[in-house]
């Protein structure tokens, strides 16, 4: 399941065995946690290296589903924003190039920095601001693109199809664009 999670979930798992007993008596655990308490502790800090933040679109609202992408670290599923507009890359420190796209607006790369920071309990936050396209439509902006880590769309369309395709779609920057074209 490990490396099913990291391609297609995005997301780390780790089996981790302490210990050449599968079940330890209990009596033995204080023990077994004392030897390796400074170990845990540091790996689990290592969870915050690298790059998190949000991509806001050409008119500052987060955005679902833009790719956020690695120069020079191809993945089989492309990482994609949250419905908040939220992404987070596991980087070890050095210095990386992003190209952030997302329909309607130019791809956008930026070079940064990771610092080394052992005692940072973060990882570095940047925020990624697109600009629009200027002959972009509205067609543009609705075509929800699908992520490895969000369920298909329903077969046959319908009804179905459509409340599924909603909850894909950008939402309130949707509403902004349609609004701005009416004033």
């Known amino acids: 399941m490990q490396d099913y999670n990291y391609v297609w979930a995005q997301c780390l798992e780790l089996t981790l065995e302490l210990s050449c007993c599968k079940f330890p008596q209990p ?37 679902q589903n833009a790719v956020v992408e690695v120069e020079g670290r191809r993945n089989i ?44 309990y973060s990882a570095m936050k940047h925020d990624f601001k697109l600009q629009r396209v200027a002959s972009a439509t509205i067609s543009d902006q609705a075509e929800p693109t699908l992520s490895c880590n969000y369920s298909l769309l329903p077969q046959g369309g319908g009804a179905a199809a459509g409340s599924a395709w909603s909850g894909l779609t950008v939402g309130f920057s949707l509403v902004t664009v349609l609004q701005s074209l009416m004033d």
């Not at 023990?31 to 933040?53: F, S, T």
């Not at 990482?79 to 956008?108: A, D």
Request: charged share 20%; with cysteine.
């Open 27 to 63: 009596k033995e655990l204080p023990a077994l946690w004392m030897d390796n308490k400074k170990a845990l502790l540091a790996y689990i800090r290592q969870v915050h290296l690298g790059v998190k933040g949000q991509v806001f679109d050409g008119w500052g609202m987060p955005v």
């Open 77 to 120: 599923c492309p990482f994609r924003t949250n419905q908040h507009g939220e992404y987070y890359r596991l980087l070890l420190p050095g210095i990386y190039t992003f190209k952030v796209s997302y329909p309607g607006h130019e791809v956008l790369t930026e070079t940064l920095s990771v610092p080394y920071d052992p005692e940072q």
